[in-house]
């Protein structure tokens, strides 16, 4: 079966890097994607990557995929306060949002 | 227009009354979802509408009845809840049900008493 597995706290001081690391099982997987939730708020999509290629960077964020390990991760340069949520890393094996199978989230932390 | 509206956001409804949640997109997608999200949980996929249709429903209960009467709207007719269906409903919305876009709304906070 699908399954994708985060770690569930990252604390990080405001200006440093932020990393957030997924795992995935499933080989099939196309698409990866990174959504940002804030407090009481629904999913934004931050960004996602195509299963062939290594990384994509889009301002500060950063994503790198491996995918003989089935690992995605998300770099987060500069955190700020804002920054501070919930991270869902999600996989879909056809790339629509009817197939995405989300991870646990990351609630990331800034400390100041 | 890149936004998925939905209302209300949050409802607070009794176990016998009967309440509708509503979703509205004006950006063209003909694939929308309704996501349902419990406290510290991952969203999960419960209805999928492609071009109007409903295309996908995740074994719900019949007490949660999506409808979808034209392309920019979709609803979830809820009647006769749980305490436990509490939680956070997401709607979203892609240009097709393949797109690799999803935008998602702010959600509806529910609670059952």
């Known amino acids: 079966g699908e399954d994708v597995e985060q770690s569930l706290f990252l604390s990080v001081r405001e200006g440093d890097s932020s990393v957030i690391n997924c795992t995935y099982t499933?080989?099939?997987?196309?698409?990866l994607y990174w959504y940002k939730q804030e407090p009481g708020a629904g999913l934004q999509l931050l960004t996602y990557i195509f299963s062939n290629m290594d990384m994509k960077q889009d301002q500060r964020l950063t994503v790198l995929l491996n995918k003989k390990d089935k690992h995605l991760s998300l770099r987060i340069a500069d955190t700020q306060t804002g920054d501070s949520a919930i991270y869902f890393c999600a996989e879909s094996a056809g790339g629509g949002a009817d197939g995405l199978t989300f991870g646990k989230g990351t609630h990331l932390i800034i400390q100041p | 227009d890149t936004e998925v509206t939905q209302t209300p956001k949050h409802l607070v409804m009794g176990m016998t009354n009967k309440k509708s949640l509503k979703c509205e997109q004006h950006?063209?997608?003909?694939?929308m979802y309704w996501y349902k999200q419990k406290a510290k949980k991952p969203p999960e996929l419960m209805f999928v509408?492609?071009?109007?249709?409903?295309?996908i429903n995740e074994s719900v209960p019949s007490r949660f009845s999506p409808e979808c009467p034209n392309s920019s709207l979709l609803n979830l007719h809820l009647h006769a809840l749980q305490p436990e269906d509490s939680a956070l409903y997401l709607c979203?919305?892609?240009?097709?049900?393949?797109?690799?876009?999803?935008?998602f709304g702010q959600g509806t906070r529910l609670t059952v008493v």
């Open positions: 950006m063209g997608h003909r694939a």
């Open positions: 979203a919305s892609s240009r097709s049900a393949a797109d690799t876009e999803a935008f």
């Open positions: 509408y492609s071009y109007e249709k409903l295309s």
């Open positions: 499933d080989s099939s997987s196309t698409y």
